[in-house]
């Protein structure tokens, strides 16, 4: 079973946010890069698959800021090999990375291929359905849990309110996940320390980047909230009893 | 080519989803500026009289065995079809587990732009997408010379999607849909839990910025002490610290409590979503710019922890 997850890094949404001067794209010059959240829950879900049933999880990423950070995280997590895409991967649409993972994940021999289900960052949809529909794979997303056997792969697909839907479907494909079986581990840094020693980064190169698909953005602002909450400052003391006034007038106390 | 505004209804046993409602409505209103009519696309099974209450020109119905239940596979192959032949210009699916699997896979197969997460649109047919948790808002041209466009929730009224009316219903036709490669197994029922959120008075929800499981703790009190139930946002689920029947949001349950006290939630759009029809939104969050202090009404820019066990304190004393 030969396993490829695809990582994401976006801006963390705990920091302030920018528009750069153009007023069409998020200025991103100060911005602090993590790994997708849904990502981590696809290199779990991997790395779970082949600790229960065998293989290789290849772990490919863009090269961004963080992107060795999360490569040797992936590593000490128990993934076992790390590849590093190079190329301008600046504002580059979801069409145009799907096009070069394509030509890069084609030479791998993938029996699976895991993807976040969708980033913040989109405007083009996710790149998993596009990668799929380039390497001519099924796809199925929205997936927290997946088993494999006889070619084919068992997962569960959410559906609104809590309900799942038990699929079928034939293998290689690509699977955008949601949540793995259980959270994403922990590693210790002294783990991941360990694996920059031990493991190595692959380098490839992203052929062309070819953007065709995508919209294009005029403008780029901050919603304005139709409302803002009535804010209530003091210490805590002070917003406790102000609270339980509140609770009080709403009359659940 | 048609001006018209192609919507992918999205139903579930049975059950129309409340977003197709929404679309219907952008459809509307984009069909007024190009000069083209509304038309819902509605696959299914035995399942034409689900069209009845759309508020659309025409409903095209593609009927087959194997469109009974949503794949991902046979709906990309009949809708690819059909686009393909018909050329509208646009096509608008729910960003959603069933629009967004179908979506980009049409793009790319058909080479078709496709614009993602678009919350409504400008009266001169701008796509207006939100992005990044809800924080920031993108605005473009609608490309062609067909759009295909994810939405999200929360620009239209999903009732101006209804109508008394029932719209005309034209059956179209379905290709051969052989050697599908996904194939559904069954569904399994939401876990019940010990109680049901969405008919809880009073919830006490939490978010990552409850760091912990053992924090959970220190709702659980103040849920006890104010007679509540304890509930959370997707982090919190996924990371085990509560149980999947708390989970409050897109993927989880809507809920409309008297009171929604949320504590180190950011508001993102999928958990926002579901709590606009509780009656009293009250948020603590440490950022003051957290999304979710535009939709509640009374907000406390503050620590969780140096707030809760004072909180929970007085709340007993009042009592
Ligand atoms: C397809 C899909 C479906 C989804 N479905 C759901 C869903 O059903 N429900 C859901 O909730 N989400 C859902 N999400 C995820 C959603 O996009 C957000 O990621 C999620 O809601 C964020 O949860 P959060 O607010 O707890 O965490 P964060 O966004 O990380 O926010 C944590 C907040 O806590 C604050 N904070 C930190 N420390 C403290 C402190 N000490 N005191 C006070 N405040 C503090 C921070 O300022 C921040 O605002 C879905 C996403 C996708 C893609
Ligand atoms: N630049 C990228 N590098 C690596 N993986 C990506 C990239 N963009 C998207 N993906 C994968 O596709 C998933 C969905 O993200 P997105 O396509 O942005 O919705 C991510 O979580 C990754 O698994």
């Known amino acids: 079973m030969n396993i490829i997850v695809l990582a994401k890094l976006v801006p963390d949404l705990v920091e302030e946010l920018t528009i750069d ?71 580059v649409n979801n069409h145009a990375l799907a ?141 406790a009893d102000k609270l339980v006034d509140l609770f009080k007038e709403l009359g659940v106390l | 080519m048609s001006q018209d505004i192609y919507v992918l209804i999205e139903h579930l046993r049975g059950q129309v989803a409340e977003l197709s409602y929404t679309m219907l409505a952008a459809g509307r209103e984009l069909a007024q500026g190009a000069g083209g009519n509304v038309v819902a696309v509605l696959l299914g099974h035995n399942a034409k009289e689900l069209g009845k209450d759309f508020a659309a020109d025409k409903v095209l119905y593609l009927d087959h065995a194997l469109l009974a239940d949503f794949t991902s596979d046979a709906y990309q192959k009949a809708l690819a079809d059909l686009i393909g032949k018909d050329q509208p210009r646009a096509v608008l699916f729910g960003n959603s587990s069933i629009g967004a699997d179908v979506a980009s896979v049409l793009s790319m197969r058909l080479d078709l732009p496709l614009v993602s997460s678009c919350r409504s649109f400008t009266q001169d047919g701008k796509f207006v997408s939100q992005i990044c948790g809800g924080k920031i808002m993108a605005e473009g041209e609608l490309p062609g010379p067909t759009a295909l466009v994810t939405m999200v929730p929360g620009g239209y009224q999903p009732d101006q999607g209804r109508s008394a009316a029932a719209p005309s219903i034209t059956e179209a036709p379905v290709p051969a849909l052989e050697a599908l490669r996904v194939a559904l197994s069954k569904y399994i029922e939401p876990e019940t839990g010990d109680v049901d959120i969405s008919k809880e008075p009073l919830l006490i929800a939490v978010g990552r910025g409850i760091q912990n499981k053992d924090n959970i703790e220190l709702a659980e009190n103040l849920a006890q002490a104010i007679g509540g139930v304890v509930c959370g946002s997707r982090p919190v689920i996924d990371q085990g610290w509560l149980a999947t029947s708390r989970l409050v949001g897109k993927s989880g349950k809507h809920v409309k409590p008297k009171i929604y ?10 958990h926002a979503e579901a709590i606009m029809q509780s009656d009293t939104i009250i948020a603590i969050n440490t950022d003051p710019k957290a999304p979710i202090f535009d939709v509640a009404k009374y907000g406390v820019e503050g620590d969780i922890f140096d707030l809760v066990e004072v909180l929970t304190e007085k709340v007993q004393q009042a009592k």
């Not at chain 1, 259980?182 to 320390?193: D, E, F, H, I």
């Not at chain 1, 065709?212 to 909230?225: D, H, K, S, W």
């Not at chain 2, 006290?261 to 999928?270: D, K, L, T, V």
């Open chain 1, 21 to 91: 001067p153009g007023g069409a794209a998020l200025d991103l010059t100060f911005a602090r890069w993590i790994i997708n959240e849904f990502d981590d829950h696809a290199i779990e879900q991997g790395i779970l698959l082949k600790e229960r049933g065998g293989g290789t999880v290849t772990v490919l990423v863009p090269d961004l800021d963080g992107a060795d950070d999360v490569l040797f995280t992936a590593a000490a997590k128990g993934a076992d090999r790390l590849i590093k895409l190079g190329g301008d991967f600046n504002g």
């Open chain 1, 99 to 239: 096009r070069a993972f394509a030509a890069v994940v084609k030479e791998l021999q993938a029996d699976l291929i895991l993807t976040g289900v969708q980033a913040h960052d989109d405007l083009d949809g996710s790149a998993g359905p596009l990668l799929a529909e380039c390497l001519q794979m099924p796809y199925v997303g929205y997936v927290s849990g997946v088993s494999i056997n006889d070619g084919k792969s068992l997962l569960r697909k959410e559906y609104p309110g809590g309900l799942l839907a038990e699929m079928e479907v034939t293998t290689p494909a690509v699977l955008g996940i949601q949540a793995a079986e259980q959270p994403p581990r922990y590693v210790a840094v002294s783990k991941v320390r360990q694996a920059m020693k031990t493991s190595s980064i692959e380098e490839q190169d992203a052929s062309s980047l070819d953007p065709c698909g995508g919209p294009t953005v005029g403008r780029m602002f901050q919603p304005e909230a139709a409302a803002h909450a009535t804010m209530i400052a003091g210490s805590p003391d002070e917003v």
């Open chain 2, 261 to 270: 006290f949320a504590m180190g939630i950011s508001g993102a759009p999928e």
